[in-house]
C-alpha cells in the first residue's frame, strides 16, 4: 500500500529514481515478513487443515510445541496454538490497519486542513487534538473500551481516538512545509481554487509520509490492542486475540510457558517488522 | 520582541488555564457521552430500561450535561472529585493514598533507563559503526517493539520462576525498609524502562553522532589535543543530555498508560491498577478522577519540561511569535 502511494509522487518531487531506492533486504525482510503473516492469519485458515480456535479436546490440553498434530502445542483447553494464533492475528491485524485507516482519513483531513488553512482553522482544530493528545493513549482506548464494549469494532473506535490527533499533527507539519515550496505558490498564483490544489498537489505529497508513519501507527495500535486485551477489556475468550492468549497463559508460565510465548512471538515478529519497514521507507524519504 | 523569562513562564501558565478546562471538559465528555452511560456501566448490559432510568434520576445524571460539567469543575477547583460509588471513599483521598506509589515506580523506571542508556550512548558515539554500536541499535531496536507486558512476563519467568531471586507479584511499601521496597519495585520498573531506554538510547547517541560531525565547537576543542573521548564526556554529552528533556515530556504519556498494565500485573497499589480496578467494579467518579488526573499529569510535565529547556538553552526562549 505504501509502495503504491509513494509511486504516484515521484515525479513531483524530482527524486532518484523508485526503482533505486527501493533496493535493499532492511526494506523486503520485513516486508516479506509482514506479507507471510497476513497470508497465513487470512488465508491459511481458509485452505489449509488447520482445526478451529475452539475445537479443543480436553484430553490434550497443555501439550508442548511439536507435539503431534499440534506444531505449537496446545493451552489449557486443548485449542491448538497455532490455530488460534492464526485467527487471533486476524483480529489484531484488522484492529491495527483499521484504527490507523480510520485516523489516517481523520486525521489527515483535520491536519491538512489546518495547515493549509491555517488562522483560526489551525489553531481551534490543533488545540482541540493537542488536548486530546494529553489523555495517555493506552488510557483513552481502557476508558472509551469499558464505555463501549467488548467487541472488534469498538476496539477500532476506541484505538481511533489516539491514531486521529496523532496523524493530523504530522500533516500538518507537512502541510505547512509544503505551503512554502514554489510549485504550490505557482498554483495560488496560477488562480487555482483551494480544493483543487490540495487535491492535486498536497495530499500526494503529504501521503508518503503519512503512509510510513501510518506503519509505526499500526505497531502501537497492535500493542495497544493486546494490552486491551490483556487487561480483559478488548477481544475476550473463547474469541482468539493475542493479548488474550498470553493473559490466559499467564497462570501457567512455570509449568508450560509456550502457551505465553507462542502469541507473544506472533506479536513481538509483526510488531518489529512493522517498525523495521517503517524504518527502512524513513530513510529512504529522509535521504531524498 | 524578545521576552525575558519571568514573562515567558507567566505566559505558558496563563495559557494553561484553557488547556486544563480544555481537558476537564474532553474527559467529562467521553466518558458521559458514550452510548451505555454511567447507568448501564454500573447496573450492566442486562438491566432492565426502568432500572436505567431510577439509578439515573438517583446520580442526577439526568440535568443537562454542561450543568454537570459545571457541578464537577466547581468542585474539582475546590479540591473535590466525587466519591467511590464502592467504598464512599472520596476520590481524592483515594488518589492520595495511590499517586506516591505510582511515582516511586516512574522514577525508579527513569533512573534504570538513564543508568543503562547514557554510558551506551556515549560507547556508541565514540566509536560509530564499530561493535558496541551495533549491538545497541539492535537492542533499541528490540527494546522499541517489545510490549511492556512480554518484557514482565520474560522477568518473572527468569528471576523469579527460575531463578527465584526476586518475588513475582505483590508490594512493600517504603516503610518496610528500602530492600523489601525496591525487591518489589524492580521487574515492574524494568519492564517500563525497556522503551524509555531504548528511546533515550536511539535519541543520544544520534545527538551525539551529529555534534560531532557538525559542530564549531567540536573542531575547536580537537585542535586543542583533546581525545575523542574526553571530548565526548565532557562537552558532546552534557550538550545531548539536554534534548532528552523534550524526550521525557513526549514519552511520559505512554509510561503513564504503562503503569495501568505493569502495576495490574505485579499487583502494585498504584494509580494504574486503581485504573483497572475501578473500570471492572464500575465506578465511574473513580475512573473519571483517574483518567483526568493522568491527562493533567500530562500537560504538567510537558509545561516543565518546555520550561526547563527555555531556562537552559536561552536560544529556544519565545518571541513574541510563541
Known sequence: MALQASDAVVPGLGLPSLRSRLRGLDLWVPAAVLAAMAVACFLVPLFGHVPGPNA??????????????????????????????????????????????LGLMAGGVLGILAGYKGAIYDSSIMRLLDMILAFPPLVLALAVASYLGPNEQDVIFAIAFFTTPATARLARAQTLKLREREFIVAAELAGHKAWYILRRHVVPNVAPSLLTFGLTLVAVAMIIEAALDFLGLGIRPPEPSWGSMIASGQSYLSTSPWIVFVPTGFLFVTVTSLNLLGNALRTRWARS | MVLNLTQVIGRR??????????????????????????????????????????????????????????????????GNLGHSLLTQQSVASLLGQRVPVTAELLLLA????????????????????GVVDRISNLLAMVGLSTPNFIVALVLVLVLAIHLRVLPSTGFQPLSAGLWPNVQTLIMPAVAMS????????????????????????VVAVRARGVSTWRLLVQHVLRNSLFGIITVVGVNIGTLIGGTVIVESMFSIPGVGQLLVSSIFSRDAPVVEGVVVM??????????????????LDPRVRYGATG
Open chain 1, 56 to 101: 479443543g479436546v480436553l484430553s490434550q490440553t497443555r501439550l508442548p510445541p511439536l507435539s503431534r498434530g499440534h506444531l505449537l502445542g496446545t493451552d489449557t483447553l486443548g485449542n491448538d496454538l497455532l490455530s488460534r494464533c492464526l485467527y487471533g492475528g486476524q483480529v489484531s491485524i484488522e484492529v491495527g490497519l483499521g484504527s490507523v485507516a
Open chain 2, 13 to 78: 501558565i496563563l495559557q494553561l488555564i484553557p488547556v486544563l478546562v480544555g481537558v476537564t471538559l474532553i474527559n467529562f465528555l467521553l466518558l458521559n457521552l458514550l452510548p451505555g452511560g454511567t447507568a448501564v456501566a454500573i447496573l450492566g448490559a442486562s438491566a432492565t430500561s426502568q432500572e436505567v432510568t431510577v439509578l439515573t434520576k438517583e446520580l442526577g445524571l439526568n440535568r443537562p450535561v454542561m450543568v454537570r460539567y459545571w457541578d464537577w469543575l466547581w468542585a474539582a477547583v475546590h
Open chain 2, 194 to 217: 525497556l522503551v524509555l531506554f531504548a528511546t533515550y538510547l536511539q535519541v543520544l547517541r544520534g545527538d551525539m553522532v551529529d555534534q560531532l560531525a557538525k559542530e564549531d565547537y
Open chain 2, 294 to 311: 493522568m491527562a493533567i499529569v500530562v500537560v504538567m510535565v510537558n509545561l516543565v519540561t518546555d520550561l526547563l529547556y527555555a531556562v
Open chain 2, 110 to 129: 527513569f533512573l534504570i533507563a538513564f543508568v543503562l542508556s547514557i554510558p551506551l550512548a556515549v560507547l556508541s558515539a565514540w566509536r560509530p559503526r
